[in-house]
């Protein structure tokens, strides 16, 4: 007999698979997806602290031939000026965007007539499985000869405080892979052999929704934990200092990513009733029948 209702765990898997699948590849190139990202890092204002401001070096910027001992009261906003002007020529970027499986860059884009700013995202590096994001080591690959990061006020203890977290990138990677695989395996066997009734099926089919589940919570939980510690990491020690703030502000990460293992959960839920219940309609559909036959008997015999 057909069950109608195994649609429910069908469909349900389906919004489980599509959504982890989405997070998981979202950014693999700069056209697909790179509003689904883990964290945003804001360097358009970057400010390195340890840009030479004297009197001197503002001269020379600004070609001007100053008399020694002449004391000039410089505003603080051509300072800023100055600074960013400075900052442009680093070899950064606007912004960077981590993914699950690689990072991507871009530029902000100024529209004068609208008086708003749109960004636009220019390059994505090459997937890797074992992908980490680590934006000290993008800088250091994009300053120009000549600049270091300790040059522009980036420490240590920034490398060290973001290269800590290299472990959980890669764990979350490869549960959510699991997750991925998993959720995809379920919603395959549900189609094929979903629509039977039998304990033994949903048996099977819960225990790996059950493990597709667990493995889409554990990526979620720590994408939720690690992004937060990532920005307190970076806006702590790069924020007031210069000027470079991260956000993890990529709602469809993360919306995707809870709705995954939402779905999931309740695709357990079903396959988990159906193990407990299932067969008893099967069982009185067939002692129905059987009573009917002894019936339409007695009736031939009488």
Partial sequence: MVRITFLIPVLLGVLAFICSL??????????????????????????????????NSIADKLGLDIPDGLKLDIP????????????????????????????????????????KNRTQTTYCSPVNGLYAFDP??????????????????????????????TVAYKVMFITLAIGVALSGLSL?????????????????????????????????VIATVMATKLRDVINDKLGDIVNVWAAN?????????????????????????????????????????KTEMMREEKALGG
């Fill in 136 to 165: 000290t080591d993008i800088f250091e690959r994009q300053l120009f000869p000549g600049i270091t990061l300790e040059s522009i006020g980036i420490t240590k203890d920034v490398e060290r405080g973001i290269k800590a977290l």
């Fill in 188 to 220: 395959l066997l549900a189609v094929l052999i979903g629509w039977k009734e039998s304990r033994g099926i949903a048996l099977i089919l819960g225990i790996i929704s059950f493990l597709g589940l667990i493995s889409l919570a554990i990526a979620t």
């Fill in 76 to 115: 603080d906003s051509l300072l800023d000026s100055l600074t960013q002007t400075t900052a442009k020529k680093l070899g950064l970027r606007d912004f960077y965007t981590s993914h699950v499986l690689n990072y991507c860059e871009g530029v902000i884009l100024h529209d004068d007539d609208n008086k």
């Fill in 22 to 55: 989405l997070v998981l590849i979202a950014g693999r190139d700069a056209d697909f997806l790179t509003n689904i990202y883990l964290l945003r890092l804001d360097t358009s204002n970057i400010k390195p602290s340890g840009l030479n401001l004297d009197i």
């Fill in 249 to 289: 502000d990529g709602g469809y990460f993360m919306g995707l990513s809870w709705a995954a293992t939402a779905a999931m959960f309740f695709v357990v839920l079903y396959w988990s009733v159906g193990c407990c219940c299932g067969g008893r309609g099967r069982r009185r559909s067939q002692h129905n029948e």
